[in-house]
């Protein structure tokens, strides 16, 4: 039988419609989340710094902290009304109390409306893109992700769904919407112009219920964790801004206006924690499923492919991240530094073993 003509190219090229045009959009969701860091209010510095220095004090006492009540604040028409109370969280090195921002709309009506607009269009955008990866698997009735071009937009949809389940659980999370969606623009600009590869048949050893269960963990489980990864590299620019608040250094206006919106640091560093401890297990179970299906497919279970190597070194390093973590006391940027490792041997399973390494898993090029 021709392969080539079990394709449905119809479906096939309307899914390449729905991936330009799901670009388009989180093109229109990315300037939105432009607009609403520009034009929410700018926090003060004080607040902060005040939290921080009490928190020196306190710190020395042993005291903890609680959440400040709101504060009537007086506006130009002599009205007065309530700031939203500051949540003060203990920091990850356990020295500091310090607020939380008030999130990327800095609390203000106008980049309020404008964080909603970017949320509505990502939402739109997740749904457009979630469709094209639909039509791509229609096309040629089996699971879209058999290369890396088909992996790269099952991959971002997937990222973007699960920012969107967050949200929907009430977390307070808008402040990854803007290099989600900066990252998910970069991601599919790559797969639609280096990694596309036509709409076309499985190869004989892939046809196997195992490509739906092993591979679809493998992309949950990289989406996840690159949510942990936003999440720790925010924690360490937030970080130093707070360690350069309390050395008594003055941070510029504009690192000042983004930093005062984000979570504090302590919040983002326990965000990040509770992210990947979360899907490790499924990381874990995504190894074991690889290799049932290898002793299906190969006879055997393990065969030290690179895929396969890279796949245990990166749980390894996710491993010895949660591990510090949970007994060592690693805390704050120590840990911070092995998640991003343990990330980056992710990617370069991801990205590196596929394009420069030639393995068993090397099935249709990239």
């Known amino acids: 039988m021709n392969l080539a003509a079990a394709t449905n190219e119809s479906l096939a090229n309307t899914s390449n419609v729905l991936i330009y045009s799901s670009m388009a959009v989180y093109t229109l969701a990315f300037f939105a989340h432009i607009a ?7 926090s003060k510095v004080g607040r902060t710094a005040a939290a921080l220095s009490g928190a020196g004090a306190g710190a020395g006492a042993g005291a903890g902290a609680s959440a400040a009540p709101p504060v009537a604040k007086a506006q130009s028409g002599g009205t007065a009304v309530l700031e939203r109370p500051e949540v003060i969280t203990r920091a990850a090195a356990g020295t500091r109390d310090v607020p939380d921002g008030p999130g990327a709309a800095g609390g203000t009506f106008k980049g309020d409306l404008w964080g909603r607009i970017a949320v509505s269009l990502t939402v739109v955008a997740f749904l457009v893109e979630a469709s094209g990866v639909a039509t791509r698997a229609l096309s040629v009735q089996r699971a879209p992700w058999a290369n890396m071009y088909e992996f790269s937009i099952t991959f971002s949809t997937v990222a973007v769904g699960s920012y969107l389940v967050l949200l929907a659980l009430k977390k307070n999370v808008r402040w990854i919407g803007l290099p989600l969606v900066t990252t998910v623009l970069l991601d599919l600009g790559i797969a639609v112009t280096t990694l596309y590869t036509d709409s076309d048949q499985l190869v004989p050893a892939l046809h196997s219920y195992w490509l739906w269960i092993h591979v679809s963990t493998a992309i949950i489980c990289g989406a996840v ?23 008594g250094g003055t941070p ?7 930093m005062e919106r984000l979570p504090s640091a302590s919040t983002l560093d326990k965000f990040a924690y509770r992210i990947n401890a979360a899907v490790f297990p499924l990381w874990t179970f995504t190894i074991i499923a690889g290799a049932i299906w290898a002793g299906d497919a190969w006879g055997r279970y393990w065969g030290w492919d690179p895929k396969e190597v890279w796949s245990f070194i990166t749980w390894v390093a996710y491993a010895a991240y949660l ?9 704050g940027r120590k840990a911070a530094y092995l998640a991003l490792v343990a990330f980056a041997c992710w990617l370069f399973n991801y990205y590196g073993v596929n394009i420069f390494v030639s393995g068993l898993h090397s099935y249709a090029g990239v």
């Open 36 to 42: 609403e860091w520009v034009l929410g209010s700018r």
């Open 225 to 247: 964790f690159y949510l942990g990864a936003v999440g720790t590299v925010l924690y360490l620019f937030r970080d130093s801004y707070e360690n350069k608040l309390v050395s």
């Open 252 to 258: 510029g206006k504009f690192a000042a206006s983004v």
């Open 323 to 331: 591990h510090a973590r949970a007994t060592a006391g690693w805390k």
